[in-house]
């Protein structure tokens, strides 16, 4: 969850803002601050309830976390009205250059992408290490048989 201050933003350019977010599977949600903060209650979300005071806007995202910052962010850049005021990542609350610092992650994909590399290394290694092994030993066979053939 991204939590933002919307203030100053019309009907067209929140639809604008929903619009673009919707492609990426993220919802956002105006919310009064009562109401917020009453269901917040006893949730990872309830550390945040000090960020629930004027004009809130919750920007949700199911699938990656970074993706909701950095979507956030970049409408942010066209229409500098909506700031970020800070965010729920994980049950951690974060404040606004913490967000800022998470948008500039690479996707989830990409990150998987790197551990996979990095777990797969040591193992492309051994084998390599294993395969030279064998055909170092398997190039002394032949040439000791072709030594005594001769």
């Known amino acids: 969850m991204v939590f933002t201050d919307y203030k100053g933003l019309t009907v067209a350019e929140l639809f604008d803002l929903r619009k673009s977010l919707r492609g990426a599977s993220i919802e956002y949600k105006v919310v009064k601050n009562t109401l917020a903060r009453a269901a917040s209650e006893k949730t990872a979300v309830s550390a945040a309830s000090d960020l ?9 995202g199911y699938l990656d976390a970074a993706l909701v910052a ?6 942010s850049k066209k229409n500098n009205k ?8 994980e049950g951690k609350l974060y404040n606004a250059q913490d967000i800022k610092a998470i948008a500039e992650l690479p996707p989830r994909e990409v990150l998987l992408g790197i551990l996979a590399g990095v777990l797969q290394a040591p193992l492309s290694k051994m084998a390599r290490a294993l395969s030279a092994t064998v055909s170092s030993f398997a190039y002394a066979v032949k040439a000791l048989e072709t030594k005594k053939s001769s």
């Open 70 to 75: 950095k979507k956030i962010l970049e409408y």
């Open 82 to 89: 909506l700031k970020v005021s800070g965010g729920v990542i």
């Open 52 to 60: 629930f005071k004027g004009p809130v806007g919750i920007a949700i």
